[in-house]
């Protein structure tokens, strides 16, 4: 079965088609990038995914299920974590966000009337997460102390502790610096071992170093399998990466390898 | 001092006082951390229009001025809920044609309103044993929603496009805190008056969110400035022969130089 599976998806904003004919298929376990220009559709692709809007045409399959069904395996982690860093609110509570519900079942009733404490299963939930992402002894730190990269972790952390099979991630690193952008695309990448990972993203060096397949994304969408033709970027250390060089670098490559419009791998 | 706690009247204000303090305590930490400031102050100064029609249709002014301010903040809550770029036009457009409507209604009831100031800016001396049933019912209202909705609150209040996709009803939630500021707005207008609860809502939670690490015991650290506050507006307006509620609001902004003269970090 196919983690996400797309076919002739069309999708418009009040007319403007935003999306057409898209055809995209992730399997388990993959990591794939999307990448693509600004207005080219990536989050409006995520939201569809996600179940948040109804495409005009086509079909959306999430594991086999559709969208709004699958919500419970989709772990999400939003594109700027930069906000309400004055919020009193600790590394734990934003974790908890993410607790499946049936992890309050071990509450007995008149517990229930505190709903600010956490159970034993909730807690072991968030630490063993927050394992996962490096963080397990800031627990009862702010949210507005941790830097950049350690905020985002807890994003991906607060997605975790729902158990998602697929994790969904947008733009991640745009806040970050290279150094942490590294540790969030290894982090991805090691995570990818137990689930699939599908990030939007504008970090082209990592996305080549770190991903399985690339999907460019305007108006339609190309994938790219990098496991099959792996693209060599020379950046020097340290430095970005523009997206026009890569559109080049694959603009070049076209006659070489098969692209395939839609269908991935080769 | 003490011998005047004999008086029915000064136990009512000291009584009401205690109340309002713990209500504005809880509502006020969920008014300031969801940004809603000018939106309370919207709603609190639109009121004077619901003081007008009770005046003019000659039922109890918390009635009228209750209904009125729950239908404004039913209004608002539908003109601003995700539409940050266009609010704060309404908020502005509904504050002033709510005291207009006030202002107007009044000059079309005949004969003498009594002392149009107090509603303004309070007058403690005149809560009533019946206020007190509806300021104590409020605050225990207010604080069984806060225990038993804690987790809903929190994400909503952080993360509320986070809290969308966990299925909470974000639109719903954003309603009833809107709701809860215009009633707490109307149990305060006797204590400091519509125009200084905003004081009120806000001083004693900017202070404890400094403090706090998270919005519980943000709300706790809130509830017992608020009650500071409050106790000393009222010793000193008594020793000194001042208006109560902006003695009490003149004390919480002297609060907040003094902290942040303090803890200058922030």
Redesign the interface.
């Known amino acids: 079965m196919k983690a996400i599976s797309v076919h002739g998806l069309r999708f418009s904003y009040d007319r403007e088609p935003v999306l057409h004919d898209v055809d995209l298929e992730v399997d388990e376990h993959e990591f794939v990038a999307v990448i693509g220009p600004n207005g080219g559709g990536k989050s409006t692709l995520l939201r569809l995914i996600m179940g948040q809007l109804r495409p005009d045409a086509g079909e959306i399959a999430i594991f086999g299920a559709p969208p709004r069904r699958a919500r419970d395996r989709i772990g999400y982690v939003p594109q700027n974590t930069n906000v309400n860093l004055q919020f009193p609110i600790r590394i734990l509570d934003v974790v908890m966000m993410g607790n499946p519900r049936k992890h309050r079942e071990a509450t007995r009733w008149w517990e229930r009337l505190f709903s600010m404490r956490y159970n034993d299963v909730e807690l072991r939930c968030a630490r063993t997460t927050l394992e996962k992402v490096g963080l397990e002894c800031a627990l009862d730190r702010r949210i507005g102390e941790l830097s950049g990269g350690q905020r985002q972790r807890v994003m991906i952390a607060r997605a975790l502790c729902a158990h998602p099979r697929l994790l969904i991630l947008d733009e991640p690193t745009s806040s970050l610096d290279a150094e942490g952008q590294k540790q969030i695309y290894s982090l991805l990448r090691e995570l990818s071992r137990d689930l699939t990972v599908l990030v939007v993203s504008h970090d082209l060096s990592a996305v080549t170093e770190y991903a399985d397949k690339v999907v460019y994304l305007n108006r339609t969408a190309y994938t790219h399998d990098l496991r099959a033709n792996p693209i060599h970027l020379h950046t020097p250390e340290g430095e970005h990466f523009c997206e026009i060089e890569l559109m080049q670098e694959l603009a070049a490559k076209t006659c070489e390898c098969e692209h395939h419009r839609g269908k991935g791998g080769t | 001092m003490i011998e005047a706690l004999h008086y029915g009247f000064v136990q009512n204000a000291l009584i009401a006082g205690i109340l309002v303090s713990l209500i504005a305590g809880f509502v006020g930490s969920l008014v300031v ?1 969801n940004r809603m400031v000018f939106l309370a102050g919207g709603i609190a100064h639109s009121s004077y229009g619901g003081v007008g029609l009770a005046i003019f249709l000659g039922i109890p002014i918390f009635w009228g001025a209750g209904v009125f301010s729950v239908a404004v903040a039913l209004l608002l809550a539908w003109m601003t809920y995700r539409k940050t770029h266009l609010s704060d036009t309404w908020i502005g457009a509904v504050w002033a044609a709510g005291m207009a409507l006030g202002v107007v209604l009044i000059d079309r009831t005949p004969g003498y309103h009594g002392d149009l100031m107090s509603y303004l800016f309070g007058s403690i001396l005149a809560v009533e044993r019946g206020d007190l049933g509806y300021m104590a019912a409020l605050l225990v209202a207010v604080i069984l929603l806060v ?5 809903e609150l ?2 909503v ?3 509320p ?3 969308e ?3 909470i009803p974000t639109r719903w939630y954003y309603t009833m805190l809107l709701i809860l500021a215009a009633l707490t707005v109307v149990v305060a207008i006797k204590v400091v008056g519509l125009i200084l609860v905003i004081a009120l809502l806000s001083i004693p939670t900017h202070i404890a ?1 400094r403090h ?7 709300m706790l650290l809130s509830s017992a400035l608020a009650l500071g506050f409050t106790l000393a507006g009222l010793v000193l307006s008594y020793r000194f022969d001042l208006s109560s509620g902006a003695t009490i609001v003149l004390v919480s902004a002297a609060g907040l130089v003094l902290d942040t003269l303090i803890f200058k970090r922030h």
Request: aromatic residues 16%.
């Open positions: 951390v225990h038993l909705r804690y987790r929190l994400a209040s952080y993360d496009e986070y809290a996709l966990r299925g969110r706090s690490a998270s919005l519980y015991t943000m």
